[in-house]
């Protein structure tokens, strides 16, 4: 059985591809906004991105590339290796979408209620998107040779851990 620390650290790791961005854009929103399009575009244009969902996509690429680096993902893995990643950029276009729907609203006339209701759908696509997550990575890590999953093990155990060793 896993320990509690491999736990709470691989909860860390998922949770930060997940949510680091999205909250990161959840402060941005607080920025003054910029000039808005005069037209609402139709159904047939594109929504061009936000400067968050853009900056989002960035870190979620940048995540994406840094644990391949870091998991010595072969040729061999990449077909799994790309549902991992899919899961990811999944997880945020909906976290993007989440964020969008929060900023346009007024915070001013939400009621605690709704403020909570909101939370919530935050909290359950964080839980969906862990779910995709875990099932891509379960499929990778399975087919992994045991040397392999002993770094990715590693990996997990030791993210968040750079920090807390720096500063004790």
Avoid: C
Avoid at 113 to 138: C, I, N, P, Q, W
Avoid at 145 to 157: C, H, I, N, R, Y
């Amino acid at each position: 059985m896993p320990s509690l620390s491999r736990l709470v650290a691989m909860s860390a790791l998922v949770g930060a591809t997940i949510l680091a961005a999205p909250l990161t854009a959840i402060a941005a929103d607080s920025a003054p906004p910029a000039a808005t399009q005069a037209v609402p575009p139709t159904a047939t244009q594109a929504v061009p991105p936000t400067a968050t969902q853009v900056a989002t996509r960035e870190t979620v690429e940048q995540r994406i590339t840094s644990l391949h680096a870091s998991l010595a993902i072969t040729p061999a893995e990449e077909a799994d290796w790309n549902g991992v990643s899919t899961a990811m950029r999944q997880s945020a276009a909906v976290m993007d979408k989440l964020v969008a729907e929060k900023s346009a609203i007024d915070p001013a006339k939400m009621t605690a209620v709704e403020d909570l209701m909101t939370y919530e759908k935050f909290a359950r696509a964080h839980v969906e998107g862990l779910k995709s997550l875990t099932h891509s990575f379960a499929v990778l890590y399975k087919a992994m040779p045991d040397a392999q999953k002993k770094v990715a093990d590693e990996v997990f155990q030791n993210f968040g851990h750079e920090k807390s060793a720096a500063h004790g």
